[in-house]
């Protein structure tokens, strides 16, 4: 693999010399370069050795050909220019292009060099469709354009050529300049000629006495060129001219100045078109992108040096006014829905119907509640561009959304949430970026203050000043002089405007400083101080004396005394000086404090503006998921509708296709048992002639003979027919006998008996008459028997072709009900699948660590990217399906192997079973009575059995019945003497509660006595009370015994009657 060329070949051509070991090889690359080599070809080895480059093409190339001996070479490229060159003289700075007439801007696209009879020709063809032949040595004047002669279709037409220099600036200008050029006026190839010949200087062909006369000339010009540079060197200062002054050839000059203007006028144009296009563009963006916004995305940036980033808001577009009424409308109907739910939850009465998957205290709570439907009232006239209101009470549950309406509206609601929730951000910026601009104000008061007093203390420092961004001032749109890096063009006439703005606006000011009366009132107002420097406060200003610099003793004591008190005072002054200058350092440094705090504070705030802001996008990303969420499950719905339509009319269908099968198989069948019948019917009448013939000939002496003559069948041409069956080859012909239903001399007919040879001797001719007939009748039934079987077969056939329809159909139908079925589920379950947010905190870290043990660190644990351990998993599932495959097959395989020996085991267990009862058979005594049941003398004994046996159980059924009516007499008795215990309960019950209102009234009368003054003492009321309860507590204790002993009576007559459970109260109470 070889690199030889610096970028990429779009053609290249290669050939071998004589020498079978060297060859050579030219390409056309894409650096518009055409490049020549040398190869070297020997047993496993290839190499190339570069021998010249040209590099003159001024455009692509796209066409390339050689001769047969690789000494020539033909170049075409993308701008029409045609080079023919010898491959030796590829490195020469020489550039013979040729142009290939037809140029349409698209180039060449093929070349070809002249071999045989058209050895000194090169054809090439462009783009345009259009083809050129030209001469490789012809050199002659181009004709004109208009001139041309006519090409026939299918010809090839000679094209003079022109050797000259041609540049893609000069041919594009030219073409340009002369695309509306008429012949008259001039040919395309005559002035690309006359350009040429500008360039150059002179023509190329001329006479030796031409040239000679020329040169003559031009020796004159430059001796009187001479003298015109000497005596400018000469002459005055004030005549002398710059050497670009003298200008000899004026109409060149002025042909030069136009080209230029020319040009410059271009440039000009272009400059312009590509400020409109810009300008449009810009208007385009602003139009469509920043004017159709309701709110920009307004950017908080923090102030000074920060590693906080910006807080930028969210651009809101202009909501339109069917966006508006579809909101309203969707409002209003969400109001009153809330009014009938509040309503239903104050009644109580939450029906099924409502489409809700919350319980009836979930809906109560939410619609029953201080926050109902009922605070927020219904607009009936609302201004759809005055929509405001809390929409997040608007929204439905998450349980609610069972319906396509319901959630289609709650996605308009989410969709104003989220507007409402970027508007309420973007007004928190806006807020923010309005407090920034009062605290850039304080702080541009005490940066003044500061720039004031590093003024007066001399200082270089520079003051740091605070301003508000582009983009929160709003103005990234608007462009600023400081933002132009180019100068802007001014033309002559804005130049000549300027200078005279200029030269009024500087009269204007001369005029105004003579009689300039507010300046002369404010110098009077600041005594002459405006411009003077501000002094220090309170230092007062010394006057050095005059004999301060003398020696002191040249000084009088005066002289001196005065130097003594300027020292002292001057010594306070600088002190004075010192201590002001320290004053405004320690402000300076104050407000500098002040001011780091108030930037510190304001980023602050910017900090907790940036997380607000990434709580509103958290919000904002949520009610934008749960729109898709919503919007793609009314799709599901929308699609499934769908589905379940086209299923259920598949259904139908299937049921139509399965009624149809059923109906004709059951035609079918009836068809058929109707066909059957009337089969049966026939061979039984076969049966019946074969039963008259043997009845006829039985007791003939020639049965035997007779019996086969009537079954004997000979055909005629048996042979012949299994021939023609065997040479037809035809796997659809019908087999003998399979003609169809009614089909006559569809089966062959046996030939008839030969009376004199076939009977047998002294057989009568009466029984020989008669076995032709009988025979005669039964070929003629099996032939109609058989012709019934046949259209049996094809009614059975046909019976299971209808049957496999019906079960074909049954499948299709039982396949659309379980496709419909499942549908519908999944309908149900997409109903009932409602989706739920909450916010959980995620990620988790696995590390190894003990039970209960709380890790603080994560320095045991391993970052392993999620790629790597999905990978992993699928390994591990591969390998575990291939193992659970080879449980599977090895679990399958013993299972047969157990299979199998179950079965032996099975048959040797039936092989004992059958020998052990073949030796019991072999081995058992055979008796009377067992010749008896064998031989079926057994019927009468089990006869008389089973009337004996008959005779008992009627016996037995009687007994039973009498036992149970006397049962039922017992009971009867025992339910009597029960409900008789139970009324002398009763009446003791009664008994006893009198006994204790008589006691309690004794008691009465007794603590009556007892307060009278002839009562009793407490000993003797003690003693009566202990008799009266004594005796009141005995009878209690006998009628408890008597109930007890009555309670047991009945136990023991229940007990009489049928099994009982119930406890012996006696027994226990003995106990």
Known sequence: RLHPFPSAANAFRIGTSEDATKGWLVAICRDRATRAFSMTLAKGAFALVASGEDNSAMTLGTAIATDDAGGKVLTGCYDGTIALRARSALASAQKPHRRHRGFANLGVTVAAMGRGALEGWFITGGADGSLMVQSEKKKAAAPNVAGDPPILEGELAEVDTVDVDLSPLDVHSEKRRLGGATPAEGTVWDTIADASREAHGSAREYTSEASTSLLSQQQSLKIEFAEILEYNRNCDPLEKLERDELVIDVAMRDRMVAQGDAAAEKVREQILNANLRTDLTSHLIRERCYDTMEEQAAVLMPLGESPLGGVSGYPLPKVGEVELRGLQMVRIQRKIEMAELKDKAEQGSVAATDGMLMSEEDFVTRHGGKAAAAEVPVEEEADVKKISGDVMA???????????????????????????????????????????????????????RVAEILTELESEEAVERYLLSGVEEGTQLQVKDEDMTEEKYV????????????????????????????????????????????????????????????????????????????????????????????????????????????????????????????????????????IALLLDSVVKEDDSHYQIQRLTKQVEVAQLDYD???????????????????????????????????????????????????????????DKHAADAAKNLDPFAPAPGEGGPGAEGALPRPEPLDLDTDLPEGCSDEIADRLVELRESKITMELEVKQKAT?????????????????????????????????????????????????????????????????????????????????????????GKEKFDLMEETKSFRNKIHAVNWENQMLQLKATDVAENIRYFQLLWVTKDLQVAIKGGQDDRKTAQNVTLEKQMGHCKEMQENKVEDMKQRLFKAHKQIRSKELENEKLGEYVQDLAVSVAQREKILRVRQSGPDAVDESEYKMQEVIWRRLVLEEARQQSEDISILKAEVDRLRQRTFPSFARNYAAQMGR
């Open 491 to 626: 033309s002559a006439k804005e130049r000549a405007a300027l200078e005279q703005a200029a030269r009024e606006e500087q009269a204007r000011k001369a005029n105004s400083d003579k009689d300039d009366q507010a300046g002369r009132a404010l110098q009077d107002m600041m005594n002459g101080s405006l411009e003077a420097k501000k002094e220090a406060v309170g230092v007062e200003v010394l006057k050095k004396p005059s004999f301060m610099d003398e020696p002191l003793e040249t000084l009088s004591e005066e002289q001196v005394k005065q130097v003594k008190e300027f020292e002292k005072r001057l010594k306070a002054v600088e002190e004075a000086q010192d201590q002001h200058r320290k004053g405004l350092e320690a402000e300076v440094k104050k407000i500098k404090g002040e001011i780091g705090l108030v930037v510190e504070a304001f980023n602050a705030k910017v900090g907790d503006m940036a997380q607000d802001k990434l709580g509103c996008d958290g919000d904002v990303y949520e009610l934008e998921l749960k």
């Open 660 to 718: 149809g099968a059923t109906a004709a198989l059951d035609d079918m069948k009836a068809e058929l048992e109707e066909f059957r019948e009337g089969y049966e019917t026939l061979l039984n009448d076969d049966k019946g002639i074969e039963r008259a013939f043997k009845k006829e000939v039985a007791e003939s002496p020639y049965l035997e003979e007779l019996t086969k003559l009537f079954k004997r069948r000979r055909y005629a041409g048996a």
């Open 791 to 879: 259209q049996l077969m094809q009614l059975n056939r046909r019976l299971a072709e209808l049957s496999e329809n019906q079960s074909e159909a049954s499948v299709q139908l039982d396949h659309a009900r379980d496709e419909l079925s499942r549908l519908q589920q999944e309908r149900v379950m997409d109903t009932c699948d409602i989706i739920m947010f909450r916010k959980v905190k995620q990620g988790q870290v696995e590390v190894e660590g003990q039970e209960n043990e709380m890790l603080h660190d994560g320095g045991t644990g391993a970052l392993i990217e999620v790629d790597t351990v999905h990978q992993l998993n699928r390994v591990v599932r591969s390998l």
């Open 394 to 448: 608007l929204q439905y549950h998450d349980m609610e959304l069972t319906t396509r309406e319901r959630r289609l509206n709650q996605v308009a609601l989410m969709r104003e949430s989220v507007r409402v929730r970027k508007a309420e951000m973007n007004k928190a910026i806006l807020a923010a970026i309005a407090y920034k601009s009062r605290e850039i104000d304080r702080l541009d008061e005490k940066a003044a």
